[in-house]
């Protein structure tokens, strides 16, 4: 079946560090990649996203690219701030029988201090 | 436009007693899903329907989970009896049919169980 595997956390930076949250997935055909951010106290949000090979998704300051030949969907951010702390899940959408079935990540939580 | 919207939000109930969740997804929005969250994990799909057909659920512990959607809008999760390892999150998301191939999902707020 399909999965998806992220480092794990907590992680810990100081403000204005670069941010790099590794994300690879094991998945039949072309899955759509995604990264949704849980803010403390809040229900998940999309972050950003990619449908295809080579595809770089951006929101906010963080960008992540679909890189099919090593089948990771690495989060990054160049300088992240307090208000980035969060938890951060990978995740991916599969065509299966018709249908497109969704497959989440255990989760990265972020902790940045000033 | 109007998030997906969850009720209750709390829940505390002792094991063996039942428990049902409620879940109204975006307006328009064909596919419905409920995902269990435990705490420190990734969100586990429990089921997913497509209009009011169910399209998996194969992780639904289907000897006390059960899950309708009728008329294709809202839908209701229910545990019956619940168990101590049921306490989690449980997340109600929706996604529209005109992205296919994508499938972004717009998640509720959820409902934090506790069985004691």
């Known amino acids: 079946g399909n999965s998806v595997t992220q480092m794990e956390g907590p992680v810990t930076l100081s403000e204005e560090a670069f941010l790099t949250i590794n994300c690879t997935y094991t998945?039949?055909?072309?899955?759509?990649l995604f990264w949704y951010v849980q803010y403390p106290g809040e229900g998940l949000q999309l972050l950003l996203k990619a449908t295809k090979a080579d595809d770089k998704g951006s929101n906010k300051g963080f960008e992540a690219t679909y890189r099919k030949e090593t089948t990771s969907f690495h989060l990054e951010k160049g300088s992240v701030q307090v208000s980035d702390s969060a938890v951060y899940f990978c995740?991916?959408?599969?065509?299966?029988?018709?249908?497109?079935?969704?497959?989440f990540g255990r989760g990265t939580s972020l902790i940045v201090h000033p | 436009e109007a998030g997906v919207a969850q009720s209750p939000r709390y829940k505390i109930i002792e094991k063996r007693q039942s428990v049902a969740f409620w879940c109204n997804p975006i307006s328009g929005h064909a596919t419905l899903y409920w995902y269990q969250q435990i705490l420190g994990q990734g969100p586990k799909l429990l089921i997913q329907?497509?209009?009011?057909?169910?399209?998996?659920d194969s992780q639904l512990p289907k000897d006390r989970f059960s899950a309708e959607r009728l008329k294709g809008v809202d839908s209701t999760l229910k545990i019956q009896p619940a168990k101590l390892e049921d306490s989690a999150v449980y997340l109600c998301a929706s996604s529209s049919d005109r992205d296919r191939g994508l499938h972004e999902q717009y998640f509720g707020p959820g409902t934090r169980l506790t069985v004691t």
């Open positions: 995740a991916l959408t599969s065509a299966s029988g018709g249908s497109y079935i969704p497959t």
């Open positions: 329907f497509q209009n009011n057909g169910v399209v998996d």
């Open positions: 998945a039949t055909g072309y899955p759509s």
